[in-house]
T-cell receptor, first 111, second 114 residues
């Protein structure tokens, strides 16, 4: 299938380093945020989420930080591996049921 | 555990033709939605549904119709395909919580309109 996201912002990191992917969201009323990972030719997969009453949440090798003051979200990946190479999207729940996605960032992991 | 299933995987249409992209989920999710993904544009919400018999428009609804006659199925119809509708289409479903509605995606349908 055709590749998507050919013109996305790109982050290139060395294997073993930490990665930080940033996202600005649009709606100050959004109360739930999610990070998704999309590998080539596949649908987005859920990574981690955070509610607006939190500013940090940790998962396995991933941490999401939320700064509501400046409407900014970040995803930190510890000890980045080649399998982490993908496009990463942040998403916000606006109006409860509508989930709106950001433009995405392509992560390249150099071996 | 099938999750969200989309068909067809690939389709080529001529301008003006109609077709339906099928989507089914087996997780008893109330919320279903359709997104399109173009290069450099991320995912844009086309239509969504919060339950059987209820549909609503997303960010880019023009040129698409949907219906939700059952909880499981949420087909997307293109009544008169245009080249601008060439894209990858993703169906998604979620448990429908007002807050914290994590959604799960199908594998995508690649559509080319010539």
């Amino acid at each position: 299938g055709e590749s998507v996201g050919l013109h996305l912002p790109t982050l290139s990191v060395q294997e073993g380093d930490n990665s930080i992917i940033n996202c600005a969201y649009s709606n100050s009323a959004s109360d739930y945020f999610i990070w998704y990972k999309q590998e080539s030719g596949k649908g987005p997969q859920f990574i981690i989420d955070i509610r607006s009453n939190m500013d940090k949440r940790q998962g396995q090798r991933v941490t999401v930080l939320l700064n509501k003051t400046v409407k900014h979200l970040s995803l930190q990946i510890a000890a980045t591996q080649p399998g982490d190479s993908a496009v990463y999207f942040c998403a916000e729940n606006t109006g409860g049921f509508k989930t709106i996605f950001g433009a995405g960032t392509r992560l390249f992991v150099k071996a | 555990n099938a999750g969200v299933t989309q068909t067809p995987k690939f389709q080529v249409l001529k301008t003006g033709q109609s077709m339906t992209l099928q989507c089914a989920q087996d997780m008893n999710h109330e919320y279903m939605s359709w997104y399109r993904q173009d290069p450099g544009m991320g995912l844009r919400l086309i239509h969504y549904s919060v339950g059987a018999g209820i549909t609503d428009q997303g960010e880019v609804p023009n040129g698409y119709n949907v219906s939700r006659s059952t909880t499981e199925d949420f087909p997307l119809r293109l009544l008169s395909a245009a080249p601008s509708q060439t894209s990858v289409y993703f169906c998604a479903s979620g448990d429908g919580r007002v807050s914290g509605n994590t959604i799960y995606f199908g594998e995508g349908s690649w559509l080319t309109v010539v």
